[in-house]
Each structure stands twice: as structure tokens, then as C-alpha cells.
């Protein structure tokens, strides 16, 4: 019998103390601040902190970063001593490497893209996180063809792009990521979470993991 760990919860995009409070009571397992300034999400590395003091144990705070300066990593970095960095721009490899910390790596899913090649390329990562591509960076709240992830990336998937709770189980059932990650699904305006809808789509990701624990446990008859 295969075991199905149940899908990790990632809410991006935090700006305010309740919606942080709010998304733990839901159930994330982490939160994360946007640290690109162009993001309607953004929020300073202080601000940061300060949100980011309200977590209990083991709910993790990530910060995104788009192309970021060493200044604005290091200001970052400092302000969240535990924080996952998630690479969002082009950064290369050794640009993910240099702040000694562990990392997501997006990468942004058309056909043609090679995400085995990019996960070879950043075999250190963490996580990879896919996401639909779009013009711009840092996430454009669209769904991309899940058709196009291959089965056997090595390393942990984060599903994103355009999730939201009437379309999750399916991602889960299709994709079974490690991870998923919401952000404008869960969301009354930008940057602006919604408590109720935070509820219903971690409730529906623990709906799906149920359902896949159930077909896993299933008899074989």
C-alpha cells in the first residue's frame, strides 16, 4: 500500500495581520511575502518580519524574490532568519545558491519547456515551483496545461498558476504535487485575502488528499 503524505499549503502574497492569522487557522503549512516592488503584494523586509512574528512553530514564512538586487536579498534575508527564498525572475543557478539558504526555483510551464532539464540545472532547489508563463514575473493567476508536467521530476512540485478552490482537487488528483500554492484564488482584492475562501480551499485540498487516500488504500479486488 502507497503512503500519500498530505499535500503541503502554500498562501503567497500576504500584506496584512488578520489574513496571516487567518491562513494558519485555515491550515497553511507556509506564507509567503512578495519582495518585488512591482507586485500589488509587495511588502518591505520589515514589514515582512513584522507579519511574519505571528507564525507558530512550523508554519514557514517564503519570500518571493523577481531578479532581486544583493541589497534587497540581504535585507531579506536578515529580516526572516528562517525564511524558504523562492526565486522567481532569471535567476541561475549560482545566483540561487549564493545566500547559503534553502530555495523554490519557479519555473514558468509553456510547451517546448524542458522542466526535467531546468530541475537537472537546479538540482539543489528545494522545490520546484510551476507556474503558468506569463507576461511580466512573480505569477499571473492564470492555469497552465498540467498536461504538459512530466511524471518523474526529481525533485518536490509545487502546483501553481490560477489555483483557487473549484479547481485544486482536480490539480492534486492530476498533478500530485508535494505542494500547492494560491495566491489571487483566495483573494477580495490584491493583496487583500479572503477568510472564507482560504477555509474552502484548504478544505478542499484535504478533500483531495482524502480521495487519494482512499484509491490508495483501496483493496485491490
Same mark, same amino acid.
Given at each position: 500500500?502507497?503512503?500519500?503524505? !498530505?499535500?503541503r499549503?502554500?498562501?503567497?502574497?500576504?500584506t496584512r495581520?488578520?489574513?496571516?492569522?487567518?491562513?494558519?487557522?485555515a491550515g497553511?503549512?507556509?506564507i509567503?511575502?512578495v519582495?518585488y516592488e512591482r !507586485?500589488?503584494?509587495? /511588502? *518591505?523586509?520589515a514589514?515582512a518580519?513584522?507579519?511574519?512574528r505571528?507564525?507558530p512553530?512550523?508554519v514557514?514564512p517564503?519570500?518571493?524574490?523577481v531578479n532581486? *538586487?544583493p +541589497?534587497?536579498l540581504?535585507?531579506?534575508? +536578515?529580516a526572516?532568519?528562517n525564511?524558504l527564498?523562492? =526565486?522567481?525572475?532569471?535567476e541561475?543557478p549560482a545566483?540561487?545558491?549564493a545566500?547559503?539558504?534553502p530555495f523554490?526555483? +519557479?519555473?514558468?510551464?509553456?510547451?517546448?519547456?524542458?522542466?526535467?532539464d531546468f530541475a537537472?540545472?537546479?538540482s539543489e532547489? !528545494?522545490?520546484l515551483?510551476?507556474?503558468?508563463h506569463?507576461?511580466g514575473?512573480?505569477?499571473?493567476g492564470?492555469?497552465?496545461?498540467? *498536461?504538459l508536467?512530466p511524471?518523474n521530476v526529481?525533485?518536490? /512540485?509545487v502546483l501553481s498558476?490560477?489555483l483557487?478552490a473549484?479547481?485544486v482537487i482536480?490539480?492534486i488528483?492530476r498533478v500530485r504535487?508535494?505542494?500547492v500554492d494560491?495566491s489571487s484564488?483566495?483573494?477580495?482584492?490584491?493583496g487583500?485575502? !479572503?477568510a472564507?475562501?482560504?477555509?474552502? =480551499?484548504c478544505d478542499?485540498?484535504r478533500q483531495?488528499?482524502?480521495q487519494?487516500?482512499?484509491?490508495? *488504500? +483501496?483493496p485491490?479486488?
Amino acid at each position: 500500500m502507497k503512503h500519500h503524505a !498530505s499535500t503541503r499549503i502554500k498562501i503567497c502574497g500576504l500584506t496584512r495581520e488578520a489574513d496571516v492569522d487567518l491562513a494558519v487557522e485555515a491550515g497553511a503549512d507556509a506564507i509567503g511575502f512578495v519582495f518585488y516592488e512591482r !507586485s500589488p503584494r509587495y /511588502v *518591505s523586509p520589515a514589514r515582512a518580519a513584522e507579519l511574519a512574528r505571528r507564525l507558530p512553530p512550523f508554519v514557514t514564512p517564503v519570500g518571493l524574490f523577481v531578479n532581486a *538586487s544583493p +541589497a534587497l536579498l540581504a535585507q531579506g534575508l +536578515a529580516a526572516l532568519p528562517n525564511m524558504l527564498v523562492q =526565486f522567481h525572475g532569471d535567476e541561475t543557478p549560482a545566483d540561487c545558491r549564493a545566500p547559503g539558504r534553502p530555495f523554490l526555483r +519557479a519555473a514558468r510551464m509553456e510547451p517546448g519547456f524542458d522542466l526535467l532539464d531546468f530541475a537537472h540545472q537546479f538540482s539543489e532547489a !528545494s522545490g520546484l515551483l510551476v507556474d503558468a508563463h506569463v507576461e511580466g514575473y512573480g505569477g499571473g493567476g492564470k492555469v497552465f496545461d498540467w *498536461s504538459l508536467l512530466p511524471t518523474n521530476v526529481p525533485r518536490p /512540485v509545487v502546483l501553481s498558476g490560477g489555483l483557487h478552490a473549484g479547481n485544486v482537487i482536480e490539480g492534486i488528483l492530476r498533478v500530485r504535487p508535494w505542494a500547492v500554492d494560491v495566491s489571487s484564488g483566495v483573494e477580495e482584492a490584491k493583496g487583500l485575502k !479572503s477568510a472564507a475562501l482560504m477555509r474552502q =480551499f484548504c478544505d478542499a485540498v484535504r478533500q483531495a488528499d482524502a480521495q487519494i487516500a482512499g484509491a490508495v *488504500s +483501496a483493496p485491490n479486488l
